[in-house]
């Protein structure tokens, strides 16, 4: 990223510091409620120098206006305006620009000029979990560059027009992934044959501005295994020439075509954009993306909702691929009940029509609007970590199901627990070995891994399953106790 610093030209405006006027406040938000009514017409650029200023073309404004209009402006001392990187919102046509500065610790001053002797400096506050508004801006420009074919992390490698075929691409029983690789594109074509045996073709693409069809320059076909969590494994090359075209038709689908074996001729796809399989969090809900079907969406929002209850959003959502955003059709809202054992109870609370609209927001977050849900509207839900302990504790609000232990360990906490609830048991002695699991309900179930022997001189020991829950004012009862059956699956892998 390219550095930009503060001109002595404006560092001079610093010596006409007036401070913040009720009129400066009112100006900025009469600008941002103009930009978001697509109706007004008002004209603006934000700017940076990586490539300067640019227009808005046909990029949505309003997921940014709106969390900058979320923030409350202070008044702030001229004297605190920082060096460094900024982002410019320009009025050219009105002489008026807003400075957004991206220097640490100066993230929400906002310095606004007109380019002469009248400047003033503000202060944003952002809503408790939100982006800073230089993140917004910076965040505004790049979707601006991305939309323009001029991304900011990377110099421009393919035509613009033809980053209409990037992304995914949905039929009944195939699905095709393109993106941009080493100048050029790649694409990859998965196709069912009995589940779950199915084929994947992978191409090398280049764009042909002649018939604005992606052609291909090498092409391979595997056999595949899909697994279980929607991934797939390579058995078998079946394939090393094998060619194919892309085109995008009127209806706005992707027709692909092999051309060795015709294997594609006719199939139409249905952009679905990159949120299929997306996983969101925030604290206290989370957020699930999911294709359901060709072309249609669920969105899965769930929310602890006090003693052993928990409340469920269900959003049935076309994709737009011109906006990049996910339309509901309609939503059903069930109540969750979740008894001692982690069973559920479903009630439905509401199903009805819905007009929300979910996509990422300024900084990169999942957020919706006109939810029907107070609560919900603009809440930032940041992407679920993937891989490793983190992802486990970010799944492990969820009631009801159980996560399994990142430390076996039974240490004062977990064996004080246990004491607990087996206090008073005559007969046989159980000496837990290791911890394997608990579960969110109201209070915690644990489950423990244990040595139980019979009191009688010689009895041998047997492994045990001890299910134990820890109630919320710290008691804890006994719920279970299950046979281990080591030898039941001590036969060969055919």
């Not at 993140?135 to 900011?152: K, P, R, S």
């Not at 595997?222 to 494994?233: K, M, P, R, T, Y």
């Not at 309609?330 to 109870?345: A, K, L, N, S, T």
């Not at 607990?420 to 608990?438: D, F, N």
Request: charged letters at 25%.
């Amino acid at each position: 990223m390219k550095k930009t610093f503060v001109t002595a030209a404006l560092a001079a405006l610093l010596v006409l510091a007036l401070g913040l006027t009720a009129a400066a406040e009112q100006n900025l938000t009469a600008h941002l409620e103009r930009i978001a009514d697509a109706g007004d017409g008002i004209a603006y650029t934000v700017s940076m120098t990586d490539y300067g200023p640019l227009e808005p073309g046909d990029v949505d404004p309003e997921p940014y206006t709106r969390l900058l209009l979320d923030m409350k402006l202070e008044p702030a001392d001229l004297s605190e305006q920082p060096e460094g990187e900024y982002v410019v919102l320009g009025f050219e046509e009105e002489n008026l620009y807003y400075y957004f500065f991206l220097a640490e610790g100066g993230e929400n001053l906002i310095l606004q000029t007109d380019g002469e002797e009248n400047s003033e400096l503000f202060r944003a506050v952002p809503p408790e979990g939100r982006a800073d508004a230089s993140g917004v801006m910076q965040a505004w420009y790049e979707t601006l560059a991305d939309a323009q074919g001029i991304a900011t992390d990377e110099p421009e490698t393919v035509p613009q027009e033809s980053r209409a075929f990037e992304g995914q691409w949905s039929s009944e029983d195939a699905g095709v992934e393109i993106f941009i690789e080493d100048g050029g594109f790649k694409a990859a074509v998965e196709e069912t044959v009995a589940y779950p045996e199915g084929v994947r073709w992978e191409y090398a693409l280049q764009y042909d501005p002649a018939t604005k069809t992606l052609e291909s320059v090498s092409g391979c076909k595997f056999s595949i295994n899909f697994e279980a969590d929607g991934g797939s494994d390579i058995l078998e090359t079946l394939s090393e020439d094998e060619s194919a075209t892309f085109l995008i038709n009127g209806a706005g689908r992707l027709v692909w075509t092999d051309h060795k074996a015709d294997e594609g001729k006719g199939i139409e796809f249905v952009n679905v954009g990159t949120f299929a399989g997306t996983d969101w969090a925030c604290s206290g809900a989370s957020l699930e993306i999911f294709l359901e079907d060709v072309d249609t969406f669920k969105v899965l929002i769930r929310r602890p909702d006090g003693d052993r209850k928990e409340t469920e959003w269900v959003y049935a959502c076309r994709y737009d691929p011109e906006t990049r955003q996910l339309f509901a059709e309609y939503v059903i809202c069930d109540g969750i009940v979740y008894d001692d054992h982690g069973e559920e109870m479903r009630t439905c609370v509401y199903e009805r029509d819905s007009e929300a609209v979910f996509g990422l927001n300024g900084a990169g977050c999942m957020a919706g609007r006109n939810t029907g849900e107070a609560w919900l509207d603009d809440l930032p839900f940041e992407p679920a970590p993937q891989d490793g302990p983190v992802a486990a504790l970010a799944a492990a609000p969820l009631l009801g199901g159980w996560q399994v232990a990142e430390s076996q360990t039974v240490d004062d906490g977990r064996r004080a627990v246990f004491e607990k609830a087996t206090e008073g048991l005559l007969g046989v002695r159980y000496e837990p070995v290791a911890y394997l699991a608990s579960q969110t309900v109201a209070g915690c179930n644990h489950c423990f891994l244990c040595r139980s022997t019979v009191v009688y001189p010689g009895a041998a020991p047997a492994l045990k399953l001890v299910y134990v829950y820890e109630k919320p004012d710290g008691t804890a009862e006994l719920l279970n106790i299950a046979d281990l059956d080591i030898a039941g699956k001590a036969f060969p892998i055919d």
